[in-house]
C-alpha cells in the first residue's frame, strides 16, 4: 500500500520537481556531513595545539585565526579583496600594492582531501586534492571569497590543478623556472609586469611606486619580527615547541601583514620575558629535531605534534609552510620601480630552496646551516605521498647528513589519522635513537674525595 | 609466446643485462614473425636491434631525452641526436637506487639506460632535457652531481601564451649555440636548410605511412608500425631512414591495392602515455583481442606535422630558427602544459575521421600529468558517445593476464555497440 505522501511523489509531472528536491537535500545533508567533519578536525588539532605544553600566551591571535578559518568556517578578517596564492613565490609586497590581502590556500585539510581524492587522479599529491575537494565544495569562505588566484607552477600536481581550477575561478599561473640564471630571472620578472596587470584588473587598484613600497614595508616589518623570532627560537634550552612556531607560520596565511607582525611582536616579547625569568618548556634536554620536506599544513600537524608528544623538540623546519615562508628579504639595489619588481623576482627564485629547481644544491648547504645554528641532533625528512620533487632529494640528503654523522629518517604520510600509529612507532624509535647519542646527563656532582 | 616468457624474467632472478637484450630482441622477433610478406620492413627492425644491441660501440657526442626537442635545431649544429626515450623494463634496473619509488617508468628506463653497465660512453656527451616533467627535473640534476655536461630547456607550461613562445625560442637560440659550441661547428642558413628538409622529409613520408597503414592491422601491426615510428629516434642518417620508408610505403601500397581488409575489427584510438619500444606489452595485448588501433596520440604525435619548408624557411637564419622552434612549441601534444590543447584539437580531428569505435587512456604509473588529462577527454568522448577505457600499467609484465582480462570485456562491449547500431538501423 503506498502512502498518500508516497503517491503524491510518484505522481506524473511532479516528479523532475521531487527528484530535483530529494537531490537538493542529498546536497544539503553531503555538506553538513562535509562542515561536522572538517570542523572537528580542526577542533581537535587545534585542542592538541593547546593541550601542548609551552605555548606562549601571546599565541593566542594566531589559534583564534585558525579557528575562525576552519572551526567557525569564515573568511580572512580584512576589508581589502582577497587574492589566493599557492606558493610562497608569490611576491605578496605585489598583492598589497594592489590594495588586496593574499591567502595562502594551500590545504592540509582531511576532509577536503577525502573529497579531492574523487576529482583528482589516485597518486596526486594530498595537498592538490584538498585543494580541488574545497573548490569543489565551494563552502570554505576563504576560497570562494578569493577575486583571483595566483598559481606558480612548481610541479606536476600544481600544474595540472591550475587548468582545473581556471574552469572555475580568475586565474593567472607564474612559470616558476628550472634554473636561476639571468636570462630564467628576467623571464620571471616579466611574469610579474604581467601579473600586476592582473592585480590591478581585478583589484581596480593601480600598482605605483608607492603602494609598492608600503608593501614591502608590511612584508619587511613582519619579515624582522619573523628573524627575532627565529633568533630567539634558536635558544638553547628551548624556548618554546615547534609545533607552535608552525602553526604560527600557517596562521600567517590567514592574515594581513601587519597583523601578524604585530601579533609576533607580542610572542617575541614572551619569548625575551621567558629568557630573563629563565623559564624554558622542558627541565631535561630535548633531542632537538630538524624537520623538513613537503609543507607541512595546518590541520595536517600530525607530524610535528607526534614528535612533541613523543619528547622530542621541532628546534626548527625547512618546509615551505614554515620558516622559508618569510626567510628571505627581498633586497632593494635600486629604488625605481624597475628595480622593486627585480628585488622581487630575484628573492623569489635565486635563495628559495624549493625542489622545483633542478639544480638544488643549496637546499642542502641551508639544512646545513640550520643543523649548525639550531644544534640539531637528527632530521626527519617528510614526503607527502605522490611529492615526486622532495623524494628525489631525499637520497643526497640522507647522504649528506650521513657525512655529518646527523641520523635522518624518512616519513612518509598522507592527509588521514590511517597511518599515525605506525608513524607515532618510527618517530618514537627514532627519538630513542637520538637519546641514545646524547652525552648522558650528570644528576650529580662529581665526588671528589671521601 | 613472448609474453610467458618475459614474465619469467621479470619474475625470476636474471642478470639485468641478459634480461635487456632479450626483452628487444623477444619483440623485434615477434614484429619479424608477425610480417613475413613485409620485406622492406627488415630494415627498420635492422635500425632498432643496432641501437640497442651495439650500444657499447656508441660514444654519443649530444644525448636528447624525450622527443620535445626540434631535431633540425640539432642537426643544424652539426650533430645527430642522440634520442633516450626510454621503453624498457630491464633498463630500470640499472637506475633503482638512484630515484624514489614512485618514479615513472619512461624516466626510470631513461636514467637506466645511461647508467647501463657496458653501455654507451657517455663521458664527452652533452645532455639535452627539456624540463617536461618532475621527475626529468631531478633526473637533470643527478646528472649534473655525476658531472655530465647538461643543457636545460625548460618547457612553459601556457600553450597559448605569446610570452611563452618568446621564452622557448629564446632557449632554442641558446641550445643551438651550445650545441654549436659543443660540436665545433658554424651554424648556417645553408645548414638549417639542408637540415629542415632532411626533417621535413621523414616526417611527410611518416605521415604517408601512417594514413597508409590506418586500419590495415591485416597488413601491418600497430606495433609494427610503432616500431617503424620510433626507429626514427634510433637512425644515424635520417636521410637513408626515409629512403627505406618510401620503400616501404610503395610496397604496403601495392599490398593494399591487391588485398582487401578482412572483416574489420573495433576500431580503437590509443591515448595518453607513449608506448615506446621494447615494452609493447599494450600493443601486443591489443592485437590478441581483436582491437585495431586506427590511431595513436602521444606526446610525439604531432610532431610529423611539422613539415611546411615554403614558410618556414623564408628570411634569414634567425628567422627560421625562431619559426621552427615556435612550430615545434605549438606542435608539443606532450602533458607539459597547464592545458595540454594541441593533444585535445588533434583528438578532436582523429575523431572525425569517424572510424574510432572506443578509447584505450594508457597511464603508466607515475605519469599524473596523463592521469589529470583524462577528466577533459572523458567529456569530450562522452560528447561523441564513445566509450573510454583507463588502462594503467607500468612496465612489468605480471599484470599482462589481468589487463587481458579487462581488455576482453571492452573488446566485447564494442562489439556490442556495434550490432546495437545495426538493429537500430534496421
Given at each position: 500500500m503506498q502512502t498518500e505522501e508516497q503517491k503524491s511523489k510518484t505522481a506524473p509531472g511532479r516528479e523532475p520537481q521531487t527528484k530535483y528536491l530529494r537531490e537538493q537535500q542529498k546536497k544539503q545533508r553531503q555538506q553538513q556531513r562535509f562542515i561536522k567533519k572538517e570542523t572537528q578536525t580542526a577542533a581537535r588539532y587545534l585542542g592538541r595545539l593547546e593541550q601542548?605544553?609551552?605555548?606562549?600566551?601571546?599565541m593566542q591571535p594566531f589559534v583564534e585565526v585558525l579557528r575562525r578559518i576552519y572551526?567557525?568556517?569564515?573568511?580572512?578578517?580584512?576589508?581589502r579583496p582577497t587574492i589566493g596564492t599557492?606558493?610562497?613565490?608569490?611576491?605578496q609586497e605585489l598583492i598589497y600594492a594592489a590594495g588586496a590581502q593574499p591567502v595562502k590556500l594551500c590545504s592540509g585539510n582531511y576532509t577536503a582531501f577525502s573529497i579531492g581524492d574523487d576529482l583528482t587522479?589516485?597518486?596526486?599529491?594530498p595537498l592538490v586534492k584538498a585543494v580541488a575537494g574545497f573548490q569543489h565544495t565551494g563552502l570554505m569562505p576563504v576560497y570562494r571569497d578569493c577575486s583571483m588566484m595566483v598559481v606558480p607552477i612548481t610541479c606536476d600536481c600544481k600544474k595540472k590543478i591550475a587548468g582545473m581550477l581556471r574552469d572555475s575561478v580568475e586565474l593567472i599561473t607564474l612559470h616558476v623556472p628550472a634554473s636561476r640564471e639571468d636570462a630564467d630571472m628576467e623571464a620571471y620578472l616579466r611574469q610579474l609586469y604581467e601579473l600586476m596587470e592582473r592585480l590591478e584588473a581585478a583589484t581596480g587598484s593601480p600598482i605605483s611606486s608607492g603602494s609598492l613600497a608600503e608593501g614591502f614595508q608590511m612584508v619587511g616589518r613582519a619579515q624582522a619580527e619573523f628573524s627575532e623570532f627565529i633568533r630567539l627560537r634558536k635558544s638553547s634550552p628551548a624556548l618554546l615547541r615547534g609545533t607552535h612556531s608552525m602553526a604560527m607560520m600557517n596562521a600567517s596565511a590567514y592574515m594581513s601583514a601587519d597583523r601578524w607582525a604585530d601579533a609576533m611582536h607580542g610572542v617575541n616579547l614572551e619569548l625575551k620575558e621567558r629568557i630573563r625569568t629563565g623559564?624554558?618548556?622542558?627541565?631535561r634536554s630535548l633531542p632537538r629535531i630538524l624537520l623538513t620536506g613537503s609543507p607541512i599544513v595546518f590541520p595536517n600537524i600530525k607530524i610535528p605534534l607526534l614528535i612533541e608528544e613523543m619528547?622530542?623538540?621541532?628546534?626548527a623546519d625547512e618546509t615551505c609552510m614554515g620558516?622559508?615562508?618569510?626567510w628571505d628579504p627581498a633586497v632593494i639595489t635600486d629604488h625605481s620601480f624597475n628595480g622593486m619588481l627585480r628585488a622581487l623576482a630575484n628573492r623569489a627564485l635565486r635563495p628559495c630552496p624549493c625542489?622545483?629547481?633542478?639544480?638544488?644544491t643549496q637546499r642542502i648547504y641551508r639544512l646545513k646551516q640550520m643543523i649548525r645554528d639550531n644544534e640539531i641532533q637528527g632530521v626527519i625528512y617528510h614526503v607527502l605521498r605522490g611529492c615526486l620533487v622532495y623524494d628525489f632529494e631525499y637520497r643526497q640528503i640522507e647522504e649528506e647528513l650521513g657525512k655529518l654523522e646527523i641520523p635522518v629518517i624518512r616519513l612518509e604520510s598522507d592527509?588521514?589519522?590511517?597511518?599515525v600509529e605506525q608513524l607515532r612507532i618510527r618517530i618514537e624509535a627514532f627519538i630513542e635513537l637520538i637519546k641514545l647519542r646524547q652525552e648522558p646527563v650528570r644528576r650529580t656532582g662529581i665526588r671528589e674525595s671521601f | 609466446m613472448l609474453n610467458t616468457k618475459q614474465i619469467r624474467m621479470a619474475s625470476g632472478p636474471v642478470r639485468p643485462a641478459a634480461a635487456y637484450t632479450e626483452e628487444f630482441m623477444e619483440t623485434l622477433h615477434r614484429i619479424r614473425q608477425d610480417h613475413?610478406?613485409?620485406?622492406?620492413l627488415g630494415y627498420f627492425l635492422d635500425t632498432a636491434e643496432q641501437w640497442f644491441g651495439w650500444a657499447s660501440e656508441a660514444r654519443p657526442e649530444v644525448v636528447v631525452l624525450?622527443?620535445?626537442?626540434?631535431?633540425e635545431l640539432i642537426l643544424a649544429a652539426g650533430a645527430v641526436p642522440y634520442w633516450l626515450l626510454g621503453g624498457s623494463l630491464f633498463s630500470t634496473s640499472w637506475s633503482d637506487d638512484l630515484?624514489?619509488?614512485?618514479?615513472d617508468p619512461v624516466s626510470r628506463s631513461i636514467l637506466g639506460y645511461i647508467h647501463r653497465?657496458?653501455?654507451?660512453?657517455?663521458?664527452e656527451s652533452l645532455f639535452l632535457i627539456p624540463l617536461s616533467c618532475d621527475s626529468m627535473r631531478k633526473i637533470a640534476y643527478q646528472l649534473k652531481q655525476e658531472g655530465k655536461k647538461l643543457f636545460l630547456v625548460d618547457i612553459p607550461?601556457?600553450?597559448?601564451r605569446r610570452e611563452s613562445i618568446l621564452q622557448w625560442q629564446k632557449q632554442m637560440f641558446r641550445m643551438m649555440e651550445a650545441v654549436a659550441d659543443h660540436t665545433n661547428t658554424r651554424v648556417t642558413r645553408r645548414r638549417l636548410i639542408d637540415a629542415r628538409l632532411t626533417v621535413s622529409r621523414a616526417r611527410k613520408l611518416l605521415s604517408v605511412f601512417l594514413d597508409l597503414a590506418r586500419g590495415r592491422e591485416d597488413l601491418l601491426t600497430f606495433a609494427a608500425r610503432q616500431l617503424v615510428r620510433t626507429s626514427y629516434y634510433y637512425t644515424e642518417d635520417p636521410e637513408e631512414w626515409s629512403d627505406h620508408l618510401e620503400i616501404l610505403c610503395q610496397e604496403l601500397k601495392s599490398h593494399t591495392a591487391r588485398l582487401y581488409p578482412r572483416f574489420r575489427r573495433p576500431g580503437i584510438l590509443l591515448a595518453g602515455s607513449p608506448v615506446l619500444f621494447p615494452n609493447y606489452k599494450i600493443p601486443f595485448l591489443l592485437q590478441e583481442i581483436g582491437l585495431d588501433i586506427r590511431e595513436c596520440v602521444d606526446p610525439?604525435?604531432?610532431?610529423?606535422?611539422?613539415?611546411?619548408t615554403g614558410r618556414i624557411l623564408q628570411g634569414g637564419r634567425d628567422r627560421m630558427i625562431r619559426a621552427i622552434a615556435a612550430e615545434r612549441y605549438r606542435y608539443n601534444a606532450s602533458s607539459?602544459?597547464?592545458?595540454n590543447d594541441a593533444m585535445y584539437r588533434y583528438i578532436i580531428g582523429s575523431l572525425?575521421?569517424?572510424?574510432?569505435e572506443g578509447v584505450v587512456y594508457h597511464v603508466l604509473k607515475g605519469q599524473i600529468e596523463y592521469d589529470f588529462e583524462l577528466e577533459r577527454l572523458e567529456s569530450l568522448f562522452s560528447d561523441y558517445g564513445i566509450p573510454v577505457f583507463r588502462l594503467e600499467t607500468d612496465?612489468?609484465?605480471?599484470?599482462v593476464e589481468q589487463l587481458r582480462i579487462r581488455m576482453e570485456a571492452f573488446a566485447e562491449m564494442l562489439e556490442q555497440n556495434r550490432y546495437q547500431e545495426v538493429k537500430q538501423a534496421q
Open positions: 601542548l605544553s609551552g605555548a606562549p600566551a601571546a572551526v567557525e568556517m569564515q573568511g580572512v578578517e580584512t576589508d599557492y606558493c610562497v613565490m608569490v611576491p587522479p589516485r597518486d596526486a599529491c623559564e624554558k618548556i622542558s627541565s619528547g622530542g623538540l621541532v628546534s620558516e622559508r615562508g618569510m625542489p622545483t629547481f633542478a639544480d638544488n592527509y588521514n589519522e590511517e597511518d | 613475413p610478406q613485409l620485406s622492406s624525450g622527443p620535445d626537442l626540434p631535431e630515484v624514489p619509488r614512485d618514479t653497465p657496458g653501455g654507451p660512453d657517455f663521458s607550461p601556457e600553450q597559448n610525439a604525435a604531432l610532431k610529423q606535422y611539422g613539415t611546411n607539459s602544459f597547464v592545458s572525425m575521421h569517424g572510424d574510432i612496465y612489468q609484465y605480471q599484470d
